[in-house]
């Protein structure tokens, strides 16, 4: 299962009723931020969300409404009692830049770990979840995050059985181990099978549309898309902040075959985003200007 939980759908300056982008996906009693513009902190108290969990911080890019709210949101996890490693994964220069920020924010009770980001392509693994990053074009280098959260095989009770491997041990091969049992020593791959489609939930912003986005967000659950302008006329301006059109980030969604696209990331100069939704859905039915939250769950 993994929780989705947009904090806010703002871009360039928060509003006093629109927070700065960001996300908080929870997952296994952890939870993973992607962004943090001044406010965040604001936006994960509104939703009951808490700071302790959080144990990676995702930066798309170096923009001052991405990450302008990284060194107080750091003081308030530490005030939250968490002393465990915190990471941090980001573009290169992400540890410079992160610590010139947190030149407020001196002590904290936890080490903070970086990983930068050398690479389009780049995956991560925590645990069962993989952590995957796709450049796209905007007028700094930033990454698109793709989150990942795998699926074993199905368990095969009857090749167990057939294998003669005593039940106490079916849970531990389950869990990934190996056992050693009658003088015999078998594997997960001897009673589970090839793994099932695991949950991809796709989060990217600041950027212009490419074949290289739309491929690497195929068949994702949930695509969560900048739509800075929803007007289509917008077309130029956009082309020229690198931004993308509520038409574009549909069209992708569309040829990307994924579930659910939730708008974000919206110019301040439009106050009601929804007035435009039609520029999304006629291209692509299940697209949403106003949705937060969301249970992603494993279908069989």
Known sequence: MIEVNLLGTGGMVPLPERYLTSLYVKYKGS???VDCGEGTQVAIREAGLGFKPIDVICL???????????????????????????????????????????????????KIDFVEIETSGQIFDIDLLSISTQEVDHWIPCYAYKFLLKRQGRFNPEK???????????????????????NKRFTPSDIIGAPRKGLAVCYATDLRPSNALTEF?????????????????????????????????????????????????FSPSMPNPKQYISYATDIFPNAFVDKKRTILTFSE
């Open 31 to 33: 939870a993973i931020l």
């Open 217 to 265: 967000i195929s068949s994702s659950d949930l695509f969560i898309c900048e739509g800075m302008y929803g007007d289509s006329e917008m077309l130029e301006k956009a082309i020229e902040h690198r931004h993308c059109l509520f038409s574009e980030a549909a069209a992708m969604a569309d040829k990307a075959l994924v579930k659910e696209l939730w708008l974000t990331h």
């Open 60 to 110: 798309t890019h170096f923009h001052a409404d991405h990450i302008a709210g990284l060194p107080g949101l750091l003081l308030t996890i530490g005030n939250s009692g968490k002393i465990e490693p915190l990471t941090i994964i980001g573009p290169q220069y992400v540890r410079q830049i992160v610590e010139c920020l947190c030149v407020i924010a001196p002590k904290l009770p936890f």
């Open 160 to 182: 167990a059985k057939s294998l003669e491997i005593p039940m106490e041990y079916w849970s531990v091969l389950q869990a990934g181990n190996t056992v050693e049992a009658n």
